[in-house]
C-alpha cells in the first residue's frame, strides 16, 4: 500500500515540491494552502495531491484540517510552512514581528502534530519532519540577522526535540531538516539551488531516517546540523 504524506504549506516553493514529487513517487499525498493564498495554490490544486485549507496562526482551521483528513493512517507529516524574514537588524525587530513569527513558524508546528497524532499514532512508522534552517541554529549563529526568524526556528528545533522525547513510547520520530538556501519567494529567489533540486535530496534524507533517528537535526545534504 503507498504511504501517505501530509505536507504543510504546499501551494509554492519547497512545499509545493515536496507535493509534486511525493505525487510522482505514487505516494498518497495531501497538500494544504491558505485561504488567502488560493491564486498562488494553482499548481497545487490542479496536482494529484489532495488539498485542504490550514491556516497555522488560526488552531480551529488546524484542527478542521485533521477531520477533513480523518482517520487513515498518517505516514510523513512535513511541517514545511512558516513566517518569512523580520527584520535584518536586531534593533529594528517589534514584538508583533517576534509574536507571528514564534506563533507561525513554531507553535503551528506543534499544534499540526498535535492535531494529527491520532493518525500519525496509526501508521506503522510514522515519523515528523519540521522544516528548520541554518539560521535556528543557536552554535551555527556567527553572524547574527534577523532574529525573529532565528529565534522561531530554534523554538522549532526543541519542540522537535521534545516531542521527539515525548512521543518516544508511540514510535513516531521527530527530525528537523534544514533546506540550505534555495530559490524561494522567501529568499527573493536568491540562494545556491532550484526547489526541485533541494526537495530531490530532501526527500532521501527523509527516506533514510528510522525510529532510531529521532530528535536529530539534518542538512539536505545528508549531514547532521549542529543544534
Ligand atoms: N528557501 C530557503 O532558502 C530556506 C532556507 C531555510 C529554511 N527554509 C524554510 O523552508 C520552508 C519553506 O519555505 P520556502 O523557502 O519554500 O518559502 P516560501 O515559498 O515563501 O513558502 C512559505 C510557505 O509558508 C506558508 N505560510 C506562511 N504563513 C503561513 C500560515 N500562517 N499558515 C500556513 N502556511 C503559511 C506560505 O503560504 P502563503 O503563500 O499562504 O503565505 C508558503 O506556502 C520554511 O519553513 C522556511 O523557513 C527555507
Known amino acids: 500500500m503507498s504511504k501517505t504524506v501530509l505536507v504543510v504549506g504546499a501551494n509554492r516553493g519547497l512545499g509545493l515540491q515536496f507535493a509534486l514529487q ?13 485561504k488567502e ?31 477533513s483528513f480523518g482517520d487513515q493512517p498518517l505516514d510523513i507529516l512535513i ?6 524574514n523580520g527584520s535584518d537588524k536586531w ?11 514564534f506563533r507561525v513558524s513554531a507553535v503551528g508546528p506543534y499544534l499540526t502534530t498535535k492535531a494529527f497524532y491520532p493518525q500519525l499514532k496509526r501508521s506503522t512508522s510514522p515519523l515528523v519532519v519540521n522544516i528548520s534552517s541554518n539560521a535556528g541554529s543557536i552554535s551555527g ?31 513516531i520520530a521527530l527530525i528537523a531538516l534544514s533546506p540550505g538556501w534555495v530559490k524561494t519567494k522567501m529568499t527573493k529567489y536568491t540562494g545556491h539551488m532550484e526547489t526541485d533540486e533541494a526537495v530531490t535530496r ?13 530528535a536529530t537535526f539534518h542538512h539536505r545534504d545528508g549531514y547532521m546540523h549542529t543544534w
Open 202 to 214: 530532501m526527500i532521501k534524507v527523509i527516506d533514510g531516517i528510522t525510529a532510531n533517528d529521532t
Open 37 to 67: 493564498s488560493v491564486d498562488e495554490a494553482k499548481e497545487l490544486l490542479g496536482s494529484e495531491a489532495k488539498t485542504f485549507v490550514l491556516d497555522l496562526a488560526d488552531e480551529a482551521s488546524i484542527q478542521a484540517a485533521s477531520e
Open 79 to 84: 511541517n514545511c510552512a512558516a513566517a518569512g
Open 141 to 171: 549563529n556567527e553572524k547574527g540577522g534577523n532574529l525573529s526568524y532565528r529565534t522561531a526556528k530554534a523554538a522549532l528545533n526543541m519542540i522537535t526535540v521534545d516531542l521527539a522525547r515525548e512521543l518516544e513510547p508511540d514510535n
Open 91 to 101: 534593533i529594528d525587530a517589534t514584538v508583533d514581528e517576534f509574536m507571528t513569527k
Open 22 to 34: 511525493y505525487c510522482k513517487m505514487n505516494f498518497n499525498v495531501y497538500g494544504t494552502y491558505r
